[in-house]
């Protein structure tokens, strides 16, 4: 879930919008280096051409073939007729006084999803979907409202990642990356893991793993999947409760899972990844913003070496939950402080407009059937 301060509209339809009823192309952000590589043989071409095509997508921001200077034009029109280099449109962008920047992408099939470029600072970090929609039904997001309809490909994580590259001026590039948009990225790792190689690569977007951060509500066997990758992306478990009771009613998908299964996991990827990890909490006024909360948090923590991201509500409208009073966020805070947590209070922004990660997407685009075809 992710909070953002978007303010003015300043522009909505692009003109690509036609995108999911032009005749289907391969994605070329889907197409690994492999394949492209044979794709290039099989037509008598050098293999240094795999890597202009790179270059040209991951450094010279291409949005065409025509743009890739450097290959022959015969190549360009054999590309063009194989192979699309974006195959999504923008259906919307909203952009604050802060420079934060939120797109809701129209994919080629017209399901919709929303990316984030946040501006902090020398900072240029992005925050990016995995799946259309949300299986794991937090009660307090927008996103998992109507369940999940499918999971994004690797190409449609890249696009979105190169998309908000493209929004930056030629002189500064993406420094973080955020897996905590729509979706569950964990239930969704072929896709993840295989943008992230790219994203990481430095033929790619060239940023360390050190800088991307996987959010999870916790599926411990696809935890330790990615800890046998032996990548060390950061890891963050979406808490927002400090028992089984509180969290299966907040984060439904903890009722097959439990609170202790997550912390091993969690307590296993610290171990073999040596990534302090971070706990998320979105501070739900009147639900888990309590002293005794606190305290239970506390307990549940204790012995770890955690970084805890406390999230004040963004009121979602529709659902019934609201912000904490100030004196509560206070008083939770100074307990963990006080016990020697790290904690980290995220400032609320954009509360009066669809700021929270789905908001956009359920209050602008269509919202198709959704199943549960992505749970853990
Ligand atoms: S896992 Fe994230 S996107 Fe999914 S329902 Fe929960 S908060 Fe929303």
Known sequence: MTSLPVLPETNSAHPDDEAASRP?????????DDVLGTWLSDRGYPAFRGKQIRRWLYSGRATAFEMMSDLPAKLRGELAESFDVFQASEAHVSTSRD?????????ADGGEVECVLLRDGDRRSICVSSQVGCAMGCVFCASGLDGVDRNLTRGEILEQMLRLQHRLPAEERLSHIVMMGMGEPLANLPGVLGALDVARNPEGLGISPRRITISTVGLPPAIDKLAATGIPYNLAVSLHAPNDELRSRLVPVN????????????DRYFTSSGRRLTFEYVLLGGVND????AHE????????SVMMNVIPYNPVEGLPYRTPRKDSIARFRQILEVSGINVMFRQKKGDEIDAACGQLRRNRGSIGKKTDASTP
């Open 99 to 107: 420079g934060t920047e939120k797109i809701l992408v129209r994919l």
């Open 24 to 32: 289907r192309k391969q994605h070329l952000l889907n197409v690994t």
């Open 255 to 266: 009722k097959k899972i439990g609170i202790e299964p997550v912390l091993a996991a969690a």
């Open 290 to 293: 309590s002293e005794s909360c």
């Open 297 to 304: 948090l506390v307990r549940v923590l204790r012995g770890r």
